[in-house]
């Protein structure tokens, strides 16, 4: 995967990355408000994650009257938060087992909000254009033979496998060293300069190999296909360091403050009832990311448009 509303936000970004000091000990602003019903949620970088969020918020502040505050923090971080009572919820979750083995089943500090009703898949996708000239570029086994075409200056006499940011769950440079591949994975940095990237390539029509998910709203822009992976079988990714087959598909979940799961009223019960379609994120998504909306627009416009559907979760 930061919201704006009517109500006085917070914003608090949370920099846990790479060299960044680790911030999750900061509570909301709101926590102490007087007279106030708040809660904090989790929002990943991603667009998908901030559609969830805006749609959430949205809900929450002009029909529960809430007031939410948004903390921007890694993957992991965002579960130690969680624990913490930093944040209250998370509504994106693409599969953390430590985390879930440590603070759901250990310490009994989280639970499971139930399924966000996406299915997530991340994986190595190829310009469809470029597939269509060369069709067996779509199996692993065949990739090195592209390796010259998709070299770039920064993978050096490599091919390119492009990543987006460091913090995402990714396999890669485990596959790539596995599956004896002669590709450098190179990270972009971010979700918005992976997209970047894609665009350039795609508009110059050049070919290129990149890690991405979905659901995600780019394959509308930029159709892209999937090479094939050696076929996931369940315990293959126990090992990062020796795995060598594909992403699994996720059903995405969402987790909750267990304190907060318990005692957190009308908000708690919301979250737990949230639960749309991949079809609706991506709606929200491309206001978001493509329409220039703000996400507090693009939610408003969908939940104008979509009664039916977030009226059952309502409390």
């Given at each position: 995967?930061?919201?704006r509303t009517t ?6 970004v949370?920099l ?13 602003p709101?926590a102490n408000?007087?007279?106030?019903k708040?809660v ?10 901030q559609?969830?969020?805006a ?6 502040e ?6 939410v ?5 890694d ?6 938060a969680?624990s ?11 599969g953390?087992p430590?985390?879930?083995?440590r603070?759901?089943?250990?310490k009994?500090?989280?639970v499971?909000g139930g399924g966000l009703g996406v299915?997530?898949?991340?994986g190595?996708f190829?310009?469809t254009?470029?597939?269509?000239e ?9 990739l090195?033979k592209?390796?010259?075409l ?6 050096g006499?490599?091919g390119q496998?492009?990543?987006?940011s460091?913090s995402y769950?990714?396999?890669d440079?485990?596959l790539?060293?596995?599956l004896?591949l002669?590709y450098k994975?190179?990270?972009a ?5 992976q997209?970047?990237q894609?665009?350039q ?5 050049k070919p290129?190999l990149t890690?991405?998910y979905s659901?995600?709203w780019?394959?509308e822009?930029?159709p ?8 996931y079988?369940?315990?293959c990714?126990?090992?990062?360091a020796?795995?060598d087959c594909?992403?699994?598909h ?6 909750l ?6 005692d ?10 949230f639960r749309?379609?991949t079809e609706d994120q ?6 978001i990311?493509?329409?220039k909306l703000?996400p507090e627009?693009?939610a408003?416009k ?6 039916s559907?977030w009226k059952a979760w309502?409390p």
């Amino acid at each position: 995967m930061r919201l704006r509303t009517t109500a006085v936000v917070g914003s608090l970004v949370l920099l846990t990355g790479c060299g960044a000091a680790d911030m999750t000990q900061q509570a909301s602003p709101f926590a102490n408000a007087r007279g106030t019903k708040t809660v904090t949620l989790s929002v990943q970088s991603w667009v998908g994650a901030q559609a969830n969020v805006a749609v959430a918020q949205y809900l929450l502040e002009h029909e529960l009257g809430y007031r939410v505050d948004t903390v921007q923090v890694d993957e992991v971080p965002a579960w130690d938060a969680l624990s913490q009572g930093r944040v209250d919820a998370i509504l994106e979750d693409w599969g953390h087992p430590e985390q879930e083995q440590r603070y759901v089943e250990d310490k009994k500090t989280i639970v499971n909000g139930g399924g966000l009703g996406v299915t997530g898949h991340i994986g190595w996708f190829v310009p469809t254009y470029f597939a269509e000239e060369h069709p067996d570029v779509t199996d692993w086994k065949n990739l090195d033979k592209y390796a010259g075409l998709l070299r770039t200056p920064e993978s050096g006499g490599k091919g390119q496998l492009m990543d987006g940011s460091p913090s995402y769950v990714t396999n890669d440079q485990a596959l790539v060293k596995n599956l004896d591949l002669d590709y450098k994975v190179v990270f972009a940095g971010s979700e918005a300069a992976q997209i970047t990237q894609i665009k350039q390539f795609a508009k110059e029509k050049k070919p290129f190999l990149t890690y991405w998910y979905s659901p995600q709203w780019l394959f509308e822009k930029v159709p892209m296909t999937e090479v094939k992976l050696p076929p996931y079988e369940d315990g293959c990714d126990a090992d990062p360091a020796k795995v060598d087959c594909a992403y699994p598909h996720t059903p995405l979940q969402k987790y909750l403050n267990a304190g907060f799961a318990k005692d957190g009223g009308e908000a708690a019960a919301f979250l737990k009832k949230f639960r749309w379609t991949t079809e609706d994120q991506n709606e929200v998504s491309l206001m978001i990311a493509e329409q220039k909306l703000s996400p507090e627009e693009a939610a408003k416009k969908w939940v104008d448009s979509h009664e039916s559907v977030w009226k059952a979760w309502l409390p």
